[in-house]
């Protein structure tokens, strides 16, 4: 009797360590999805984006016309955008639904540095990518303006090559601010976004179908 009461002590003494440890585990795994997650927040964008610049640059090749090389040099083929959009709006929705579920699972996980620091980090990589696109257009339009009544001014050729690729930049990442700050502000918009990001490559990729 006393030895059974003995193990009886012994394993519970031991239920919370394990529950801790278990704990713990679950916890830095929503971490790793979270960071993951976040990090697709990112990159998908940035993929639309060199995708839109990919379109303009066939557009523009085919029109006769030129985009400026440093907005569309490097960017991917359109087989390379379709495939990585192909494999990374899925997981973006598949991190997003596991994480989500689990947020609602651990009160307070919110509240805690791994889950804001990555929240913000997105945030100020998108913000800075924004601006940035805001600055070219902002470049162009002033630039237009000096050349008003130049000789030989190609003003519309200007806005073709610079300002449409960077106005699509702007929009593109414009959009994915919107989300992660509405979502650092505890609004989830995660479904429009998500279904955004979809519908953009749906349209891009008819496009690129019909060419």
Do not use: C
Not at 66 to 75: S, Y
Not at 105 to 111: A, D, E, I, L
């Amino acid at each position: 009797m006393a030895e059974a009461q003995s193990t009886t002590i012994s394993t519970e003494g031991k239920r919370p360590g394990l529950l801790a440890s278990r704990q713990f585990t679950g916890t830095s795994f929503l971490t790793l999805e979270h960071v993951g997650y976040f990090a697709l927040v990112v990159l998908v964008p940035a993929v639309l984006a060199m995708g839109a610049l990919t379109a303009i640059g066939l557009w523009s090749h085919s029109s006769g016309s030129e985009v400026q090389p440093g907005l569309v040099g490097g960017t991917p083929t359109a087989v390379e955008t379709a495939a990585a959009l192909a494999v990374l709006t899925p997981l973006l929705y598949l991190l997003r639904s596991r994480t989500a579920a689990e947020y609602d699972k651990r009160t307070g996980y919110r509240n805690r540095v791994g889950y804001k620091l990555p929240v913000y980090t997105a945030l100020a990589v998108l913000a800075a990518a924004t601006v940035g696109s805001f600055i070219s257009m902002l470049a162009v339009f002033l630039n237009s303006l000096a050349q008003i009544g130049v000789q030989g001014a190609d003003i519309g050729q200007l806005y073709t090559s610079e300002f449409i690729p960077a106005s699509l930049l702007f929009v593109v990442f414009g959009l994915a601010v919107w989300y992660v700050l509405w979502l650092a502000k505890g609004r989830d918009a995660s479904k429009s976004f998500i279904g955004l990001t979809s519908v953009m490559y749906s349209t891009w990729r008819a496009w690129r179908i019909s060419r």
